[in-house]
């Protein structure tokens, strides 16, 4: 059996403290110590339906409010991920989900292509999940997609209630990174005819 694809980062800043690792080859195993209590909860579902063990501790400056923590946490999801991949040789590359959750339906498409770029075709009703300012979603998910070099699209088709629109994301992410990053017997080298990715 090919050994686990995992990757592990600290980052220290004047604004935030994070530590966090990865394993894609997972079960879906958690252990996060996160200030924020909604992006907690996202990342818990981000790993339990990905099939990603994620360990996460992350603390900020969450009395000025939760901008740096969440953008600090997508970097670093995005940079263990690019790392785990490793050449990403024998992976599928690409990878879709269309999820529904409840009244909400969003579509999500991946492409480890080491072409970064997201495309956010989502409006959020309300601009709080409790405490957390859902602006920082988008955040959360730009910086993801420009760090592991992904092009990341998020596409929602309907939705009313803003926590399942979010957790649907979070939960079709998940799905679609999964497709992405299978090792599929029948790619030989990188899934590319340009020989790199």
């Not at 956010?120 to 309300?126: G, M, S, T, V, Y």
């Amino acid at each position: 059996m090919s050994e686990a694809r995992t990757a592990a980062i600290e980052r220290k800043t004047r604004e935030t403290d994070i530590d966090l690792n990865i394993n894609l080859d997972g079960t879906g195993k958690v252990d996060l110590d996160v200030q924020v209590p909604f992006l907690a909860h996202m990342l818990e579902l981000f790993a339990k339906h990905g099939f990603f063990d994620l360990n996460v501790k992350g603390y900020g400056d969450i009395e000025v409010d939760d901008h740096h923590l969440t953008e600090d946490i997508g970097i670093c999801l995005g940079q263990t991920i690019r790392q785990a991949l490793g050449d990403k040789s024998g992976i599928k590359r690409y990878g879709s989900m269309t999820l529904p959750m409840d009244e909400t339906l969003v579509t999500v498409a991946v492409d480890l292509s080491d072409r970064p770029h997201l495309e956010w075709r989502a409006e959020l009703p309300k601009a709080k999940v409790g405490t957390f300012d859902t602006e920082n979603v988008h955040e959360f998910f730009w910086k993801l997609a420009l760090e592991a070099r992904m092009n990341l699209h998020i596409v929602v088709h309907h939705g009313e209630n803003t926590h399942h629109i979010i957790e649907a994301m979070f939960k079709a992410f998940a799905r679609a990174l999964d497709e992405a990053t299978l090792k599929d017997p029948r790619v030989q080298g990188v899934p590319s005819t340009k020989g790199s990715l």
